[in-house]
């Protein structure tokens, strides 16, 4: 089987995060943060462990301001309700994810904010970071409360400036949220030099953890109202939860299997440098671009912007049955929406949907031949 | 740590006793994280730092400059 789904999640992982997943259910899997117990203990010590390394990957020295949820959806709904105020103005890129989309349609929906939606210019020869933060500034009024945007698109490789959008943001006062759904563990990220106010990941897909392991990495100023209240293991006897991250936002218990095969996930990651990984990525991309450009059905969207993410039509074969054949093929990619009705409208897909490949560390040159004779095959029908 | 001679400092909770018992650990301060009695936790289930008492003033830098907010030092259930 060749896999090629890995925006949607990692696979395989790294056996490094499948024995340290085992070590946990058979050593030490107590409930962090409530009883006093060895278990419980070393079960806190490894979570504490994780929001370390996870803190030192992205450049905070904050370990308290990485909180934990199940995925990132959850933390940006945190995020995103937590922080938005009545008669507060949003402002999202045109590539955003049904996580974000959703929840900030939602609350203007209700009457309780206004949002717009800027250009990230995906489609122009002359798309630059002052061009895009030009697109932005023209949309910032007095009450813009916060700016949400993916580093990087879920159905193509389009990427954010990150750092450039941080300074504008800086400068006007508006909070800075960043969804890394598709760049951690793909693109280098530091919230500290990029002036990110909250980071956003999912710790099943570039950070090779399994599902259940969202997380937030807060700036020092950032302290959402709290979205989901019960037990934290702290002051059980007040009424409210605690003041501060990271048991603010972790109410009930944590996946602790989840949460130490992420971290598990971010040491076998620093084996190499992201940059290296980025790197491995935009290679396979470009032969697989070149092999495509052979097959004259096929059109590619997007395809000037190199990465891990590669989406696809074939004249006159709807998307669906193309994902389909190629499964038959032995080949894992995902058709459709990907979630993102924001993204396809942007790139012109939203009539047809498209076939998304997304590559991996794993993947190798070899597994793109195999798509290429079966794309080949396929367009042929 | 002889009872008589073991302070603690109480924190928000358990990930930033975490956090300032390795902060110490990098002083050379010995400590241990403690889940604090009723006496020290009025609002229920919190947790600190042990540590010798004679460490105090080092503690309270370490963890100053670790940006690490105590609640409240106690000896033994004394606050202090």
């Known amino acids: 089987m060749i896999y090629l789904d890995n925006a949607a999640t990692s696979f395989p992982k790294p056996p490094s995060v499948l024995r340290e997943v085992e070590r946990c259910i058979e050593n030490y899997c107590g409930n962090p943060g409530r009883g006093s117990h060895t278990l419980s203990r070393r079960s806190a010590e490894k979570v504490y462990e994780t929001r370390e390394l996870i803190a030192d990957f992205f450049g905070s020295s904050s370990p308290e301001n990485v909180f934990f949820t199940y995925n990132d959806t959850y933390v940006l709904n945190i995020l995103i309700k937590g922080l938005a105020q009545v008669g507060d103005h949003v402002i999202i890129s045109d590539m955003e994810h049904n996580s974000v989309y959703r929840p900030i349609d939602a609350l203007k929906r209700k009457g309780l904010i206004n949002y717009d939606i800027f250009n990230s210019m995906c489609l122009s020869e002359n798309r630059s970071a002052q061009k895009i933060c030009d697109n932005i500034r023209a949309l910032i009024r007095p009450n813009t409360k916060m700016l949400i945007a993916s580093h990087a698109s879920n159905i193509c490789s389009a990427s954010l400036p990150l750092k450039e959008i941080g300074t504008l943001c800086q400068a006007y006062g508006i909070i800075f949220i960043v969804d890394a759904a598709q760049s951690a563990g793909h693109l280098p990220i530091d919230i500290k030099k990029m002036n990110i106010s909250a980071l956003c990941a999912p710790g099943h897909k570039g950070l090779f953890g399994i599902q259940g392991s969202g997380f937030a990495v807060l700036a020092d100023d950032i302290l959402p109202e709290v979205l989901i209240e019960g037990g934290s293991g702290v002051n059980s006897l007040s009424t409210e939860m605690p003041d501060s991250p990271p048991e603010r936002y972790e109410a009930g218990t944590l996946s602790v299997p989840a949460i130490v095969s992420l971290g598990a996930g971010i040491k076998h990651l620093r084996r190499q440098t992201v940059e290296q990984i980025h790197e491995h990525e935009s290679g396979l991309y470009k032969s697989l671009l070149t092999m495509l450009s052979d097959i004259p059905r096929i059109k590619v969207y997007a395809p000037d912007h190199v990465g891990s993410t590669l989406l696809f039509n074939i004249d006159g074969i709807p998307c669906e049955r193309v994902a389909d054949m190629l499964d038959r093929c032995g080949i894992c990619v995902r058709s459709g929406y990907h979630c993102s009705p924001l993204g396809h409208r942007t790139l012109g897909t939203l009539d047809s949907g498209a076939v998304r490949i997304s590559f991996g560390a794993f993947n190798e040159k070899k597994d793109l031949e195999q798509l290429y004779l079966a794309l080949k095959k396929i367009s042929k029908k | ?80």
């Open chain 2, 1 to 80: 740590m002889n009872s008589m001679l073991v302070c603690t400092a109480s924190m928000a909770s358990q990930t930033y006793a975490l956090k300032a018992q390795k902060a110490l650990s990098g002083a050379a301060i010995p400590s241990r994280v403690v889940r604090l009695d009723g006496a020290k936790s009025k609002k229920g289930c919190s947790f600190g730092v042990e540590f010798p008492c004679g460490q105090k003033r080092n503690v309270e830098n370490v963890l100053s400059s670790a940006r690490i907010r105590v609640k409240h030092y106690y000896q033994g259930d004394v606050e202090i």
